[in-house]
């Protein structure tokens, strides 16, 4: 984050961004924030939200936390409706709030299947659908956070897979019916991105780590800002006939595809 936050390319703009009070999102926010924009934050846990809402605060943007379970479409709906009533008409939607654990299909309950398809799937058609009716029509734009798991399938991930798959085709669809009326709606798939829990869960060790890094052909990790960099641009008016497409920002990582269940295993060489 820089000291000082200056008007840009989301001037004047309100974004509303679920799962916004860590990690990637929280990362998307303050960019944002940076950019004009006045962001609230969505999450289960208020306290989280107002700390990061605090930090965005502290460097001279706008935001502002409203707690809601993205599975609870009317807590969310209502959710929305005080962030529109606070900030106004809301331009830019971020559906971030997603759910992860390795585990194999074999030793992964129903419930916890359903958990990840809940949060990740069903919350960010909530999501999209909740904020339709406040969007700022034409020229409002979604973003949906999905990942590589929704192309490519991955040991250890299989409720993830289902999850994002879903989130993609999601996407085309409402970029589809919604197009007409000027909403954009499109996909980030991060890779691993460093300091978040999908990576403290999947790639546990610094062994894991360096051999992760060795595979993706640009041979690091992403940084938060990579992935608010991508958004920033998204949902801004260089973007403006980008609509439907699921943009990967991974460093080239799917194309060697990641073995979590090989790196779970402490020792075990990456395949």
């Known amino acids: 984050m820089t000291a000082v936050f200056r ?12 799962g916004g009070g860590s990690g990637i999102n929280l990362a998307i926010a303050e960019r944002f924030a940076e950019h004009g924009a006045k962001v609230a934050l969505v999450g289960r846990t208020l306290e989280k939200l107002d700390s990061a809402a605090s930090g965005i605060v502290a460097h001279g943007g ?24 606070k900030f106004g008409g809301i331009d830019v939607v971020v559906c971030g709030a997603a759910g992860n654990f390795p585990a194999p299909a074999l030793g992964m ?9 809940d949060i990740d799937l069903l919350g ?34 299989a409720h993830v897979c289902a999850a994002k798959a879903g989130v993609d085709m999601l996407t085309k669809t409402l970029a589809l ?15 691993p991105v460093n300091g978040t829990e999908g990576v403290r869960r999947l790639i546990p060790t610094e062994q894991a780590r360096e051999r992760v890094t060795k595979m993706i052909p640009l041979r690091r990790l992403a940084e938060t800002s990579d992935i608010a960099d991508l958004a920033l ?24 595809p990641i073995r979590f269940d090989l790196l779970a295993r402490e020792g075990s060489p990456a395949q």
């Open 7 to 18: 008007e840009g390319q989301l001037r004047g703009k309100v974004a509303l961004i679920t």
């Open 62 to 85: 706008i935001a502002a936390g409203f707690p809601a379970d993205v599975r609870n479409y009317d807590a969310l709906a209502a959710a929305i409706f005080a962030a529109k009533e």
């Open 109 to 117: 309950s129903a419930n916890g299947f359903k958990s990840v398809v």
């Open 124 to 157: 960010t058609f909530n999501t999209c659908r909740a904020a339709y009716e406040h969007l700022n029509r034409p020229r409002a734009s979604i973003v949906n956070i999905s990942a590589p798991q929704a192309y490519v399938p991955m040991a250890m991930q």
């Open 177 to 191: 019916e919604w197009g007409p009326d000027g909403v954009r709606v499109n996909s980030i798939a991060p890779g």
């Open 233 to 256: 641009f998204l949902c801004s008016a260089a973007a403006q006939y980008i609509t439907g497409a699921i943009m990967v920002c991974d460093g080239g990582q799917s194309l060697t």
